[in-house]
């Protein structure tokens, strides 16, 4: 049963332009989401992270927004790179914070 | 440099022969975990471990086992592999266990189960 989801696989954005990644979730107890990037033949790295108590966080280029009502996070980037393509996950953990549901993941891809 | 490092990046196998893959971090975190990537499935725990000694199960723990005798360990084990633990595999590791310290993770093991 998949907790946290990604309905996009693929996403395509020309350079310069907005990138949204969204994410949808349906477990109300999960108070933390949390992005990761991942380049092929690498690890997820953490890109950014959100409280609940928060409906949006910013870092540089990368937004995220949260939208508890919906239970809906979006990744916002700013412009976008050719070096953001890669693929992103959204995770998101309850309280006890010792186990993280991750999403399918979309795959990005900035045309240059 | 702070890494986690696993090994092998690939393996391949057959039914039943036993395997091990190991996992080291070199930044005293106190959490680890494994998970695996499949396609559609995204990433899914499989086994954690919020210190030495105390290990839980994830959500697919069914066919592994892990231990945890040192800090910086914690190899998986699968006794009896079988075609459907064919998958990438990730280690990953963070400070506390907490969503607020984000895990760091290494560059995966392609195991393939013939």
């Known amino acids: 049963d998949q907790q946290v989801k990604q309905n996009s696989p693929s996403l395509s954005v020309q350079e310069g332009r907005i990138s949204i990644l969204n994410c949808d979730y349906t477990?109300?107890?999960?108070?933390?989401f949390l992005w990761y990037k991942k380049y092929p033949a690498e690890g997820p790295t953490f890109l950014i992270s959100?409280?609940?108590?928060?409906d949006k966080n910013e870092d540089g280029r990368f937004t995220v927004f949260l939208n508890k009502s919906a239970k809906h996070l979006s990744l916002h980037i700013v412009p976008s790179q050719p070096g953001d393509s890669a693929v992103y996950f959204c995770?998101?953990?309850?309280?006890?914070?010792?186990?993280?549901?991750f999403g399918t993941g979309t795959s990005l891809t900035v045309i240059p | 440099e702070a890494q986690v490092t696993q090994n092998p990046r690939y393996l391949i196998t057959v039914t039943g022969k036993k395997l091990t893959v190991t996992c080291s971090q070199n930044?005293?975190?106190?959490?680890m975990s494994w998970y695996r990537q499949d396609p559609g499935l995204g990433l899914r725990q499989i086994y954690y471990?919020?210190?030495?000694?105390?290990?839980d199960k994830g959500d697919v723990p069914e066919g592994y086992k892990v231990s945890r005798k040192e800090k910086r360990n914690f190899p998986l084990i699968l006794e009896s592999p079988s075609p459907n633990q064919t998958s990438l595999y990730f280690c990953?590791?963070?400070?506390?266990?907490?969503?607020?310290?984000?895990?760091?993770f290494g560059n995966g093991t392609r195991l393939t189960v013939t």
């Open positions: 477990n109300s107890m999960f108070d933390y």
């Open positions: 995770a998101a953990s309850k309280p006890t914070g010792n186990q993280f549901y």
């Open positions: 959100i409280s609940s108590i928060k």
């Open positions: 990953a590791s963070s400070l506390m266990g907490t969503a607020k310290t984000p895990l760091h």
């Open positions: 930044m005293n975190h106190e959490y």
């Open positions: 471990s919020m210190n030495v000694e105390v290990t």
